[in-house]
């Protein structure tokens, strides 16, 4: 329902992308209400998480415009229903955004290996997401990706930036390079 109302209230000079995100979304809004008072009046402000594939966290990461998007479509949203958005989370769903193989391959959850390559792919991250895929990735108090090649800085920095996008901004990250 709100994703629906969120979908009609993109514009047409917003990316495409918002919407396409949106339709395979999970778009949840939370049950506690936060109110506070302004000049306007009383608002009743609601916490929306959106729960998307790996490839669309990556595509929205690279996409200031699409978040932007995304955002003001869910505000407008809540606020054709009496409420305001007080805070928009984006978090992974647990899947990586490529169709099955066939009808039976759906629905299985996707290692963090995989969705780091995957959100690195909608990043547009091609040389990141291929080091990450010729890597070895474990988890344990920290994640930690070992690959013989080399890394440069960028890339180093985009590999954490997905680790921490897919995990959340509490998980250590250790990239190595060489054996």
């Known amino acids: 329902m709100l994703r629906d109302a969120a ?24 049950p506690e209400r936060r109110e506070w008072t302004a000049s ?21 990461h690279a996409s200031p415009a699409t978040a932007d998007a995304l955002q003001s479509a869910l505000a407008h949203a809540l606020g054709a229903a009496g409420e305001a958005l007080s805070q928009l989370t984006s978090v992974w769903s647990g899947a990586d955004g490529t169709p099955p193989k066939d009808y039976r391959s759906g ?3 996707m290692s963090l290996h995989r969705a ?3 959100w690195l792919d909608g ?9 990450v895929r010729s890597a070895e990735l474990t988890e344990a108090r920290a994640v ?15 590999v ?20």
Request: glycine content about 12%; cysteine-free; overall charge negative.
């Open 7 to 30: 979908i009609a209230a993109l514009g047409p000079h917003d990316p495409s992308l918002a919407a396409e995100i949106l339709a395979r979304a999970d778009v949840t809004v939370l």
């Open 40 to 60: 306007a009046g009383t608002f009743v402000g609601r916490t929306v998480v959106v729960a998307m594939d790996a490839h669309s966290l990556g595509e929205l």
């Open 107 to 109: 629905g299985e959850p």
């Open 116 to 118: 780091v390559g995957a």
């Open 123 to 131: 990043a547009g991250e091609a040389i990141a997401a291929a080091w």
């Open 144 to 158: 930690t990706i070992q690959a013989p090649g080399p890394l440069s800085p960028h890339d180093r920095g985009v």
């Open 160 to 179: 954490e930036a997905a680790v921490v996008a897919l995990r959340g901004p509490t998980v250590r990250v250790h990239v190595r390079v060489g054996k």
